[in-house]
C-alpha cells in the first residue's frame, strides 16, 4: 500500500490508543505499520521499514513530528482528518465505530475525527443506514 494509506493507518491507530492529540511512541508505529509491509518478509527489513517509514518519509513533510522517542502529528486536526479517511476506506471499521459511539461520545478527543468522518462518507457517496445512526 501506499504511504497516503500508511500515514492514515497510523493516524487511526494512535487516535485508538492515545487520541489525537496524544503522543505515539515509535516502537508502537512500528508496531502498526510493520504488517503493512507486505513487500518483505516477515523479520528485520519488515521492521526496519516500518521504523523508517515515519521518520523518513513523513517528518520530513512536516505532517508527523518525532521528539525523543514519540511520534505526533504537527496540528491535531492533521491525525483527525486522517484517522476520518482511514475510517471512510474501511467501511467495516467506520461501521463499527458508528456502533461503538456511545464510548467514544462523550470522549472530546473523537469529536473532531466523527465529524470529518460524516464528511468523507458524504463527499464519497458513501450510504450509511439510518439504522445504524439510530443506535447512537
Given at each position: 500500500?501506499?504511504?497516503?494509506h500508511?500515514?492514515r493507518?497510523?493516524?487511526?491507530e494512535?487516535?485508538k490508543r492515545?487520541g489525537?492529540?496524544?503522543?505515539f511512541?515509535?516502537?508502537?508505529?512500528?508496531?502498526?505499520?510493520?504488517?503493512?509491509?507486505?513487500?518483505?518478509a516477515?523479520?528485520?527489513?519488515?521492521?526496519?521499514?516500518?521504523?523508517?517509514?515515519?521518520?523518513?518519509?513523513?517528518?520530513?513533510?512536516?505532517?508527523?513530528?518525532g521528539?525523543?522517542?514519540?511520534l505526533e502529528?504537527?496540528?491535531?486536526?492533521?491525525?483527525?482528518?486522517?484517522?476520518?479517511?482511514?475510517?471512510?476506506?474501511d467501511?467495516?471499521?467506520a461501521?463499527?465505530?458508528?456502533?461503538?459511539?456511545?464510548?467514544?461520545?462523550?470522549?472530546?478527543r473523537?469529536?473532531e475525527?466523527?465529524?470529518?468522518l460524516?464528511?468523507?462518507?458524504?463527499q464519497?457517496?458513501?450510504?450509511?443506514?439510518?439504522?445504524s445512526?439510530?443506535t447512537?
Amino acid at each position: 500500500m501506499g504511504g497516503d494509506h500508511k500515514v492514515r493507518l497510523l493516524a487511526l491507530e494512535m487516535c485508538k490508543r492515545v487520541g489525537p492529540r496524544g503522543e505515539f511512541e515509535q516502537d508502537d508505529a512500528v508496531a502498526v505499520l510493520a504488517d503493512d509491509f507486505q513487500q518483505f518478509a516477515h523479520g528485520p527489513k519488515r521492521t526496519a521499514a516500518a521504523r523508517d517509514f515515519p521518520l523518513e518519509g513523513q517528518t520530513g513533510s512536516g505532517v508527523i513530528v518525532g521528539s525523543g522517542s514519540g511520534l505526533e502529528f504537527w496540528h491535531p486536526t492533521f491525525g483527525e482528518a486522517l484517522a476520518a479517511q482511514a475510517l471512510a476506506d474501511d467501511p467495516s471499521q467506520a461501521s463499527d465505530l458508528l456502533f461503538e459511539i456511545k464510548t467514544f461520545y462523550d470522549d472530546q478527543r473523537w469529536r473532531e475525527v466523527i465529524l470529518l468522518l460524516a464528511g468523507e462518507l458524504s463527499q464519497r457517496e458513501t450510504l450509511v443506514s439510518t439504522n445504524s445512526w439510530r443506535t447512537c
